[in-house]
């Protein structure tokens, strides 16, 4: 049993490298090492952290759903504002036929060929 829990810890900190880099699989490697510490605690008895770990798998499912989710909707705009961070907000204004504004963070999208792109603006 010692083995298949290092084995799943390693596992986790895979995922969590993945999650923290905005990669989907990440999520996806969390499932699967929450189930493996499903098993573990259920087998050992410690049901309270087994209860733990089934939430962890739900919220995993859901973050893993919804990035899904987001990336097959192509009138969301990816651009950045100086980082690699996409404006994930669902509301846009459209301030001209070239140019979309988030509602929430006020960003501003200059939509082109090769999709969305943040620009600098900010009045």
């Known amino acids: 049993m010692t083995w298949i829990m290092w084995l799943a810890t390693a596992a ?3 995922g969590t490298v993945g999650v923290n880099r905005k990669r989907p699989w990440g999520q996806a490697v969390w499932m699967a090492t929450n189930v493996v510490w ?3 605690y259920t087998a050992l008895g410690i049901w309270p952290s087994a209860a733990l770990f089934c939430a962890y ?16 909707r192509p009138d969301v705009p990816t651009g950045n504002r100086g980082t690699d961070a996409p404006c994930l907000h669902e ?3 459209l301030e001209s036929p070239r ?3 988030c509602a929430q963070c006020g960003r501003f999208f200059e939509i082109g060929s090769g999709g969305a ?3 600098a603006r900010t009045d």
């Open 12 to 14: 986790s900190l895979v």
């Open 38 to 40: 499903i098993a573990c």
């Open 57 to 72: 798998f739900f919220l995993a499912a859901y973050g893993f759903a919804k990035w899904l989710a987001e990336e097959k």
């Open 91 to 93: 509301r846009f204004i």
């Open 99 to 101: 140019v979309l504004r």
């Open 117 to 119: 792109r943040s620009t």
